[in-house]
């Protein structure tokens, strides 16, 4: 969840695959530090994603997985004697969506977008760059593309090292599914007979799977799948363009049979809650729970859009958030599902707040129009607009 960089001595050089070993940022000078003031009690700021979470009452990664807890093995000068035996491995930025909440870092899709929208009307690339952070989570080098995969050398130094010392690997993209060195890297296991000693969680948008993929799942000791779906049917298309919801579906059942048939694996759903889906949220959860909720399914609830703001449904009107806060609210009564009902109460609560001044709002919800209108022309698709006609109807009051 942290945003940063581990920076090298120098404070300007980062740590970066294609040039260093996996380990050599463990007991780094920038990793002590952070140790160090966690230890103290001191904030850090490199947690702050989660601590936002938390305060509005909100699970969060570290409180999920118990990131801090081989914090008390720490040395009095910040460095661990043990290796991680925890890995979150990227596998690059390459996708095959390009998501409204996401960034070029995890979808080189959406630089390759932006760039061809750029030269059609330049001064749309002007403003979506001036406008970083707001539009798009990092709209620096939009060309570039993250494959450390292909390189050889590269590739065996952590194959090795995920074999031999990862017992929890969790692996992202991009997109892992469509990447051919994330089979690889667990046929290298299997063949090292390793896979037996790893749990294994996957994110995948859900658009593809392998015919072996069931196999090597059901060799390691624990998997689970999260599935990156933020809408139902044309929505989800809309948010993650341009998703084919049969290829979900099929995903869907793909996973439920390989749990069946292996009995060690669980499905969760990860919805990317945002101001584009948090209308349909309740029907959203209702589809997770006719489908797949029982001892081994469940809903991770720790992906909240603040960034890019103009996914944040914090810039909706006023009276729209409102509306959606009571419908939330209603929907929760006949739900049978006590994690699910807190959940989204606790959105509703969030929808009840006011984090932006009038004016930033309306601000931020024009940056909304005129970017999402002008994706929505090159597209040549379904729009927001008739999508969701109440939420234009909302807008276009607001900003009379």
């Not at 661990?80 to 925890?86: G, K, L, Q, R």
């Not at 051919?180 to 090292?192: P, R, T």
């Not at 196999?215 to 999260?226: D, I, N, S």
């Not at 914090?314 to 929907?331: F, M, N, Q, V």
Request: aromatic share 10%; with cysteine; glycine share 4%.
């Amino acid at each position: 969840m942290s945003e940063d960089n581990i920076t090298k001595e120098n404070q300007y050089d980062h740590y970066n695959m294609s040039k260093d070993e996996i380990l050599d940022s463990w007991n780094s000078q920038y990793m002590k530090n952070i140790r160090l003031k966690m230890i103290a009690g001191e904030k850090v700021s490199n947690c702050q994603r989660c601590v936002d979470s938390e305060s509005q009452g909100l699970t969060s990664m570290r409180t999920v997985d118990n990131k801090e807890k081989f914090i008390r093995s720490t040395k009095n000068d910040g460095s661990v004697d043990h290796d991680p035996n925890s890995l979150e491995l990227h596998f690059g930025n390459t996708c095959n969506l390009h998501c409204k909440m996401c960034s070029q870092q995890y979808s080189h899709m959406i630089g390759k977008e932006l760039l061809k929208m750029g030269e059609q009307d330049p001064e749309f690339l002007k403003w979506v760059k001036m406008e970083s952070g707001v539009l798009n989570n990092w709209t620096g080098e939009l060309e570039i593309v993250y494959d450390w995969y292909k390189n050889e050398k590269i590739k065996k130094s952590i194959f090795e090292h995920v074999s031999k010392n990862v017992e929890q690997l969790v692996v992202i993209g991009g997109e892992p599914t469509i990447i051919k060195e994330f089979y690889e890297l667990l046929e290298y296991c299997s063949g090292q007979n390793t896979l037996r000693d790893k749990t294994l969680t996957i994110t995948t948008n859900m658009t593809n799977t392998s015919k072996n993929l069931s196999t090597w799942l059901g060799a390691v000791q624990h998997f689970t799948v999260h599935a990156s779906i933020d809408g139902l049917d044309a929505r989800n298309r809309y948010i993650r363009y341009p998703c084919d919801w049969n290829s979900v579906l099929k995903a869907m059942a793909f996973y439920k049979e390989t749990i069946k048939k292996h009995n060690n694996g669980r499905f969760s759903f990860a919805p990317a809650i945002q101001l584009l889906n948090i209308d349909q949220l309740p029907e959203l959860c209702e589809f997770f729970l006719e489908n797949f909720i029982n001892r081994d399914c469940g809903i991770a609830w720790i992906s909240q859009v603040r960034y890019p703001i103009v996914c944040d449904y914090a810039i909706l009107p006023t009276e729209h958030r409102l509306k959606i806060a009571d419908r939330l609210e209603t929907a929760t009564k006949t739900m049978d599902h006590a994690d699910t009902v807190k959940n989204i109460l606790s959105h509703a609560t969030d929808l009840r707040a006011e984090p932006f001044s009038p004016d930033k709002q309306k601000m931020y919800q024009k940056m909304f129009v005129r970017y999402n209108d002008q994706q929505d022309k090159f597209r040549n698709g379904t729009t927001w607009r008739t999508l969701l006609p109440d939420l234009e109807e909302a807008l276009t009051k607001s900003l009379k």
